[in-house]
């Protein structure tokens, strides 16, 4: 027969691990302090798609300008969800200044270009980044994330995951408005697990 | 379509798997024989819709339907055929879908075998395995479905990670891997029967003791495949980090090879009840654990999946397999008390008893280094981490006190030893100890770590090779007859015994390997222009070029190096630095050249864009390859004890009154 005055000394043990591993499952190990926001953004020469005459877009030449560097592949699907969010935030924005470019990211031209027909075009430049060279600078984790950058080169925030219009205005409306960015730089915002 | 049928195939087996552990359950408190009937077939039909539903997504991947979620997530037009096939394994979503499929053959197997035998013990134990089933299932139909329809499907997909895509391992590791953890829901299935049925003999431990062994072997093949893809794959000389998930699938084989011995004094002395109960219940729970870890991104490593809500699923499962089962010991214990008592201190039965001390005390020490981080930040709210150093300087006394005990065991007899019979018998391998020892020093070997473990493995090895020879002799002696056909007959007469034996040999063999590739170990790292050399313990590594290749999926620098000994040239190597997108860094693709008594092993490190530079890291790992060729051994041990015949000697029963049966 059971004796279940022992067994509940033996639940009594199990107890504790399991709340150890509840615990443990709040918090965030791969959350470490990143080292982008408040840095100097790293410089890049891309080719802009379908240009003509070719173009290259540099950070440098948008200094003064807050800018969103949005790194994107015509094979994530969050890319797809995210961009309408992007074409909102970049028609509101690109009047008042804004400079939004497009990272074309681990894929091909042409798959690119189709798929920026296939959703309606993308109202800002496509860079193609050779080699990656720019998403390795940029320390990508995946695709989509999203870097925005003020007007004095700096870094001002990293989001992972699909962004918003709503996240894209909280973070660019003070930059335009000239609220200085002397805060502790905010950690990574993450919105949903990444797909690369 | 096939997104459908799949998707169908795991939701039938989720209903199907729940009503057999109902059916099993409520078969037996109403003596309905037909209900139990019908769970087994539940157990049947399982397999073959997990089989349907395994190859859907096989056919899925190779047709590249990116209609299909998790196609689109791993699949890719550029990944050959070989590596997409292997992407079933290589994510989250399909990792579980193949873990039902071996779980769900495991069951079905377990049941059939023991079919109509066991009466409760066996509808239990069903109910237990499908109870398991039910958890998977559930995963796939919830958190990890890998059937969501992407609409519109994408023409192409990313692929697997890339480093799950540059080595043939990768189709060997993981699944050997399931094969062994999985493996072990078997005989946790039918210990849990035992305590539900409240028929707490033998029974179960002699129904799973084959299961345990091959589920062993496996899972040994399957940790050093992951070391040797470590070692060939990510560029750093090494072959075991004390990563999270290392640790996690080495718990259980400690566990489970603790449990091997001790089931053993229990079959033969009705010792250690409880004990076993709950080793193979930690080893289940370990391999569950394991899985949580990867699976929930609760712990920091490489091996991590992506996040999702399934970490809570896994939590809430080992909740309940840890509270019901250790309220079922605890419940059970004074009905599991031993019926037997140690005769003599020296005796085989006290050296497994410290085996399993050992063992036990080793997998705490990995336990605790795994999840100290863990309770660091629970009770103090600091982040630390736990290295090397801390597991190697814990568990090297451990390791090298168990590799003296390999020896020790088949030395010994069961009850009581005759002490002049077992002087006689430690002379060999006494000797081979010292002699070892000697020449160690004498070739200017100063580890102490080095010395004690090459003349423990010297004096195990000689141990067991002397169980070997003396059965023989005595065959030969009695039947005359060859060498060889004496020997085959000795393994054939008692194959767990002396399969076991040959797992000791490989074990031994590959903590040879380990000490010689640690301790003998140098490595040099120098910059070199064409045609310069680095020189290191007889090999000279020529620098001729740099060259760059702009590949599909990554860019890849290379060295192109000829390796001379002695001025003469004995082949060429190319180390290189593959750049893949979206990585900070680029990742080493080391060049080995492997030999029985060295291997050379050389990383590109760093270069100049122009070509006329070349950092190397040149590292010669002596004996290192004897790791690998001990897995096999220890895996061919496991196959004898299994499959070397049928067990036709009988066991003087030792206990009076207990008749031991023997057949499996």
């Known amino acids: 027969m059971m004796n279940w005055r022992r067994a509940a000394i033996g639940i009594a043990i199990a107890l504790p691990v399991i709340g150890l591993l509840a615990y443990g499952m709040t918090l965030d190990p791969t959350a470490r302090p990143s080292t982008m926001p408040g840095r100097p953004a790293p410089e890049f020469a891309l080719r802009v798609m379908d240009s003509?005459?070719?173009?290259?877009?540099?950070?440098?030449?948008?200094?003064?300008?807050?800018?969103?560097?949005?790194?994107?592949a015509s094979w994530c699907i969050p890319c797809r969800v995210e961009h309408p969010e992007l074409a909102l935030a970049s028609s509101k924005y690109q009047a008042r200044g804004v400079k939004f470019f497009g990272v074309l990211y681990d894929d091909s031209e042409a798959n690119g270009r189709s798929w920026i027909r296939e959703v309606g075009g993308q109202g800002y430049p496509a860079l193609i980044d050779e080699r990656s060279r720019t998403a390795i600078d940029y320390g990508l984790y995946g695709v989509p994330e999203t870097f925005i950058i003020d007007q004095q080169g700096r870094?001002?925030?990293?989001?992972?995951?699909?962004?918003?219009?709503?996240?894209?205005?909280?973070?660019?409306?003070?930059?335009?408005?000239?609220?200085?960015?002397?805060?502790?730089?905010?950690?990574?915002?993450?919105?949903?697990?990444?797909?690369? | 379509m096939i997104r459908i049928l799949g998707l169908s195939a795991c939701i039938a087996a989720l209903a199907i798997a729940s009503y057999g552990v109902v059916a099993a359950a409520v078969g037996v408190r109403r003596r309905d024989a037909a209900l139990v009937r019908s769970a087994r077939s539940a157990a049947y039909t399982n397999f073959a819709l997990m089989a349907v539903a395994n190859l859907a997504m096989v056919y899925g991947l190779v047709t590249?339907?990116?209609?299909?979620?998790?196609?689109?997530?791993?699949?890719?037009?550029?990944?050959?055929?070989?590596?997409?096939?292997?992407?079933?394994?290589?994510?989250?979503?399909?990792?579980?879908?193949?873990?039902?499929?071996?779980?769900?053959?495991?069951?079905?197997?377990?049941?059939?075998?023991?079919?109509?035998?066991?009466?409760?013990?066996?509808?239990?134990?069903?109910?237990?395995?499908?109870?398991?089933?039910?958890?998977f299932y559930l995963l796939l139909v919830g958190p990890?479905?890998?059937?969501?329809?992407?609409?519109?499907?994408?023409?192409?997909?990313?692929?697997?990670?890339?480093?799950?895509?540059?080595?043939?391992?990768?189709?060997?590791?993981?699944?050997?891997?399931?094969?062994?953890?999985?493996?072990?829901?078997?005989?946790?299935?039918?210990?849990?029967?035992?305590?539900?049925?409240?028929?707490?003999d033998d029974t179960w431990l002699r129904v799973t003791h084959r299961w345990t062994v091959a589920a062993w072997g496996l899972l040994s093949l399957a940790i050093v495949a992951g070391m040797w893809w470590s070692y060939e794959v990510l560029?750093?000389?090494?072959?075991?980090?004390?990563?999270?998930?290392?640790?996690?699938?080495?718990?259980?084989?400690?566990?489970?090879?603790?449990?091997?011995?001790?089931?053993?004094?229990?079959?033969?002395?009705?010792?250690?009840?409880?004990?076993?109960?709950?080793?193979?219940?930690?080893?289940?729970?370990?391999?569950?654990?394991?899985?949580?870890?990867?699976?929930?991104?609760?712990?920091?490593?490489?091996?991590?999946?992506?996040?999702?809500?399934?970490?809570?699923?896994?939590?809430?499962?080992?909740?309940?397999?840890?509270?019901v089962s250790l309220a079922l010991v605890a419940g059970r214990s004074s009905e599991l008390r031993s019926d037997g008592h140690l005769d003599n201190m020296v005796s085989r039965e006290t050296v497994f008893l410290v085996n399993n001390l050992l063992l036990t005390a080793f997998t705490f020490t990995v336990l605790l280094g795994t999840m100290f981080p863990l309770v660091a930040e629970a009770l103090r709210g600091e982040k630390v981490s736990v290295g090397a150093p801390f597991f190697n300087q814990m568990t090297l006394p451990i390791c090298v006190l168990l590799l003296f005990l390999i020896g020790v065991g088949p030395m010994l007899p069961w009850r009581v030893a005759n002490m002049d019979e077992f002087k006689r018998r430690t002379r060999i391998p006494a000797l081979a100890l010292v002699v070892t020892l000697v020449v160690a020093l004498t070739l200017g070997l100063r580890d102490v770590w080095g010395l004690i473990a090459f003349s423990f493995a010297a004096w195990s090895g000689a141990a067991n090779i002397q169980e070997f020879a003396h059965g023989t002799a005595a065959r030969r002696r009695a039947g005359g007859g060859r060498w060889l056909p004496s020997l085959a007959g000795l393994i054939r007469s008692n194959p767990q015994r002396y399969g076991g034996y040959i797992a000791h040999l490989g074990l031994i063999t590959t903590a040879i390997g380990m000490t010689g590739s640690s301790v003998l170990q140098s490595d040099i790292l120098a910059t070199v222009r064409p045609g310069e050399s680095i020189e290191l313990s007889g090999y000279t590594v020529r620098f001729d070029e740099l060259w760059a290749d702009n590949q599909s999926h990554r860019f890849a620098v290379g060295a192109d190096l000829t390796v001379l000994i002695a001025n003469r040239e004995v082949g060429r190597m190319d180390p290189r630095l593959n750049f893949y997108a979206g990585r900070d860094e680029p990742i080493m693709t080391p060049s080995v050249?492997?030999?029985?008594?060295?291997?050379?092993?050389?990383?590109?490190?760093?270069?100049?864009?122009?070509?006329?530079?070349?950092?190397?890291h040149v590292i010669v790992e002596p004996l290192v390859v004897w790791i690998w060729i001990g897995s096999f051994i220890v895996a061919f041990g496991a196959l004898v004890s299994l499959v070397g015949g049928r067990r036709t000697r009988t066991v003087s029963p030792i206990r009076r009154g207990a008749p031991v049966e023997q057949a499996v």
């Open chain 1, 52 to 72: 003509a005459p070719p173009d290259t877009a540099r950070l440098s030449d948008q200094l003064g300008r807050v800018v969103v560097l949005n790194f994107w």
């Open chain 1, 155 to 196: 870094v001002v925030q990293k989001h992972i995951g699909p962004i918003t219009a709503d996240q894209l205005s909280a973070i660019i409306d003070p930059l335009l408005a000239g609220t200085p960015q002397e805060r502790a730089p905010a950690p990574d915002t993450m919105q949903a697990p990444d797909a690369s």
């Open chain 2, 64 to 135: 590249h339907d990116f209609s299909i979620d998790y196609v689109a997530q791993v699949g890719s037009r550029a990944t050959p055929l070989y590596f997409t096939i292997i992407s079933l394994w290589s994510s989250l979503e399909g990792s579980i879908l193949f873990w039902g499929l071996v779980l769900s053959f495991y069951t079905a197997l377990a049941v059939w075998i023991t079919r109509g035998k066991l009466g409760a013990l066996g509808a239990y134990a069903n109910a237990a395995m499908l109870g398991v089933g039910v958890f």
């Open chain 2, 144 to 200: 990890a479905n890998p059937w969501g329809l992407v609409s519109p499907a994408p023409m192409d997909g990313p692929g697997p990670n890339p480093l799950l895509q540059n080595h043939w391992l990768m189709g060997v590791h993981p699944p050997l891997l399931y094969l062994g953890y999985v493996g072990m829901t078997v005989p946790f299935g039918f210990a849990v029967g035992a305590l539900l049925s409240g028929r707490l």
């Open chain 2, 235 to 323: 560029g750093w000389g090494g072959w075991w980090a004390w990563d999270p998930v290392e640790n996690a699938s080495f718990m259980p084989w400690l566990t489970a090879t603790a449990f091997m011995h001790s089931a053993m004094v229990q079959e033969r002395r009705g010792l250690l009840r409880v004990w076993n109960m709950s080793l193979i219940i930690a080893t289940f729970v370990l391999t569950i654990l394991g899985t949580f870890l990867t699976r929930s991104g609760i712990i920091s490593s490489v091996h991590a999946f992506s996040e999702g809500p399934i970490g809570m699923y896994f939590l809430a499962f080992i909740a309940v397999v840890l509270v």
């Open chain 2, 593 to 616: 050249r492997s030999r029985p008594h060295k291997d050379l092993y050389v990383n590109l490190s760093a270069f100049e864009q122009d070509g006329s530079s070349a950092t190397l």
